[in-house]
C-alpha cells in the first residue's frame, strides 16, 4: 500500500517509481516526434534554392561587387569559391553558404547560389559592423548549447506537489519549453538582420527590383527554418515537460466527504 502525505492540509499520493520510466519514454517519444516535423519547415526554402542554379548569373557579378560596395573588403573579408572544393559537400553542390567569423570569409559556390551570398554579406556586417548584430551572433552557439540543456533538464522528475515552494530548478522545470524557445531567438533575429541587410546591399550593388522580390522570397523562406526550430525545439521541450510532470508529480486525493442523506 502506497503511504500518503499532506502537504498544507492537501493529501498526496506518491508516483510509481516505474511511472517515471514510462513518463521518460513518453516524453522522449513526444519530443522525437515534434523534432522531425523540422524538414517540413526547410522544404520551400531547399527547393527554390535549386530553382535559383539556372539563373545564377544573373545575381553572380553584383555579388561579387558587394564586398566592395559594403566596405566589408577593407575590413578583410574574402569570398571563398566552394566549387573549387573537391568533395560534395552542401556547400561545394550549392545547396548552402556561411560565414566564418573568425576568418572573416563567406564560403560559397558562386557558380550555382550567389543569389544566397548577399545574405552571408548581411552576417558579416552583423559581425563587423553593429554592436547589437555581433552580440546577437555570439549568442548562437550558447543559446543551442542551453536549449539542449534545457531538454535534458525537461525529463528531470517532479517529486513535490505544484503547491510546494518553488527554487530556481523548479522554475527551469516548470518554463523550459518557453525558455528552450528564447534560446533560439537571437539566433533567428541575427538571421532576420542579416537578410535584411543583404537585401539593402544588393541594391547598392544595382541589382534589378524583380530580383530582388524574388531574393525576398528566398530569404523569408530561410528565416522560416530557423524560426520553425525556435518553435519546434520550444514545443518538443514543452512537451517533455508537460508530460514528465504528468507521471512523476505527486497526485493530489480529491477527498468527496460524506453526503449524511445520500
Known amino acids: 500500500m502506497v503511504n500518503s502525505f ?16 514510462t513518463g521518460f519514454i513518453l516524453a522522449s517519444l513526444a519530443s522525437s516526434a515534434i523534432m522531425g516535423t523540422l524538414p517540413a519547415f526547410a522544404r520551400p526554402f531547399n527547393k527554390q534554392l535549386i530553382k535559383e542554379h539556372s539563373q545564377n548569373h544573373l545575381y553572380k557579378d553584383a555579388f561579387e561587387k558587394s564586398l566592395e560596395v559594403s566596405g566589408l573588403d577593407k575590413k578583410g573579408v574574402q569570398i571563398i569559391p566552394a566549387q573549387y572544393f573537391r568533395d560534395m559537400s552542401d556547400v561545394a553542390c550549392g545547396q548552402n553558404a556561411y560565414y566564418t567569423p573568425k576568418k572573416k570569409t563567406i564560403t560559397i559556390n558562386t557558380d550555382k547560389i550567389s543569389i544566397a551570398g548577399f545574405h552571408e554579406a548581411g552576417h558579416a556586417m552583423n559581425d563587423l559592423k553593429g554592436k547589437f548584430g555581433k552580440i546577437l551572433s555570439k549568442l548562437r552557439y550558447p543559446g543551442y548549447v542551453a536549449a539542449g540543456w534545457l531538454g535534458f533538464i525537461a525529463l528531470f522528475s517532479r517529486p513535490k506537489p505544484k503547491e510546494a515552494p518553488k527554487n530556481g530548478m523548479d522554475f527551469i522545470k516548470d518554463n523550459c519549453g518557453k525558455l528552450a524557445f528564447a534560446c533560439w531567438l537571437p539566433t533567428v533575429l541575427e538571421e532576420g538582420m542579416a537578410s535584411y541587410k543583404g537585401v539593402k546591399l ?6 534589378a527590383e524583380p530580383l530582388i522580390k524574388n531574393m525576398k522570397k528566398l530569404y523569408a523562406k530561410a528565416l522560416l527554418t530557423y524560426a520553425g526550430r525556435a518553435a ?11 508530460i514528465m510532470d504528468a507521471f512523476t508529480r505527486p497526485k493530489k486525493v480529491e477527498n468527496e466527504g460524506f453526503n449524511l442523506f445520500g
Not at 499532506?6 to 520510466?21: C, F, H, K, L, V
Not at 519546434?232 to 508537460?242: D, I, K
Open 202 to 207: 544588393a541594391r547598392k550593388t544595382g541589382l
Open 232 to 242: 519546434a525545439t520550444g514545443l518538443a521541450v514543452g512537451a517533455a515537460s508537460m
Open 6 to 21: 499532506y502537504y498544507n492540509g492537501n493529501e498526496y499520493i506518491p508516483r510509481d517509481p516505474n511511472a517515471g520510466s
